[in-house]
């Protein structure tokens, strides 16, 4: 009878036990990548710290949007976090051509991305695409971008060469995410004029008061280019690692953390794994949900292990 007892006892808790990760070892380092754009760079240090705590080593690279899309074709990089959509339409029919990718899930709602000008521009007539002609003069004929290769920065190209509310001849003026805020401090310290790149989360949104223009809705989609975010993996990646691949399919934010994680990066010249960190120990109610049925690399249970890595 004893004997029935503890096999009894064995099974319950063989039953209650987590299921060993069925991970490959090649997922152990998992390749992500970082356009250069600080809420992906966010958003990465949340879940590099997370993947930390479940013995994950996690492999950023700094790749432009085309080059990050391409290095996930050539199975080089696993894991993007920073598809928006509809603006990378034209990557993403590409790649799913290829069979290159697989949605994972949609990691953050709300965002929006289209030109902005600062709201004391915004008050002498500029709050439309279309009013941006009549005072070429004042803006230089110059639309400030992000970095080089962008597909944002070709929308607005594209609009210059069909003419397109009058902008013929007006430059894009290609810069990373910083030099363009840098000028747009500049340009607000003087009462200059300016026509931007900007979106939402972004602290920026609190630094500057700045009006969002409407209009762009042919090239950066309706509701002031209202976007999802979207988590890819390269296609193949989620049957080998599923385990890594449930803990990304939960992973979501929202606007207030992604705005607070990036403020804590730009405004307070925080390391963003460190950012990360104390975001997550203050806010520790979020890794129930990213943490649902994840077990370390080693099959152990996810989320004391992170707790713990964490110091909770």
């Known amino acids: 009878m004893r004997s029935l007892f503890a096999a009894a006892a064995v099974i319950a808790g063989l039953a209650l036990a987590p299921a060993v990760a069925a991970d490959a070892p090649t997922c152990k380092i998992i390749r992500m990548s970082d356009p250069g754009w600080t809420d992906i760079t966010s958003t990465n240090a949340l879940a590099g710290v997370v993947l930390a705590g479940l013995g994950y080593t996690q492999d950023v690279k700094t790749l432009s949007v085309p080059i990050g899309y391409e290095s996930m074709k050539n199975k080089q990089v696993d894991v993007f976090l920073g598809n928006w959509m509809p603006a990378q339409q034209k990557f993403i029919d590409a790649l799913n051509e290829a069979k290159a990718i697989e949605v994972l899930n949609t990691n953050l709602t709300g965002a929006k991305f289209t030109l902005a000008v600062p709201s004391y521009v915004a008050a002498e007539g500029v709050k439309d695409f279309k009013d941006l002609a009549a005072h070429a003069d004042r803006f230089g004929s110059q639309i400030y971008g992000i970095e080089p290769g962008a597909p944002a920065n070709a929308n607005i190209q ?53 009006t969002y223009l409407s209009g762009g809705d042919a090239y950066f989609g309706k509701n002031y280019g209202g976007a999802d975010v979207r988590t890819l993996a390269r296609t193949g990646w989620p049957a080998d690692c599923p385990n890594a691949a449930t803990f990304f399919k939960q992973l979501t934010f929202d606007l207030p953390m992604e705005n607070a994680m990036m403020g804590k990066i730009l405004d307070d010249g925080q390391e963003p794994k460190a950012a990360a960190k104390a975001w997550l120990k203050a806010n520790p109610a979020v890794l129930d949900g990213w943490l649902k049925g994840v077990t370390t690399f080693d099959g152990k249970p996810g989320l004391p292990a992170v707790k713990a890595e964490l110091g909770l």
């Open 158 to 210: 594209k609009m210059i060469d069909a003419d397109d509310f009058g902008l013929k001849g007006w430059k894009v003026v290609e810069s990373g995410e910083q030099a363009m805020l840098a000028q747009v401090k500049r340009q607000q310290g003087s009462k200059g004029w300016i026509v931007f790149l900007a979106w939402a989360p972004h602290p920026m949104n609190n630094a500057f008061d700045l």
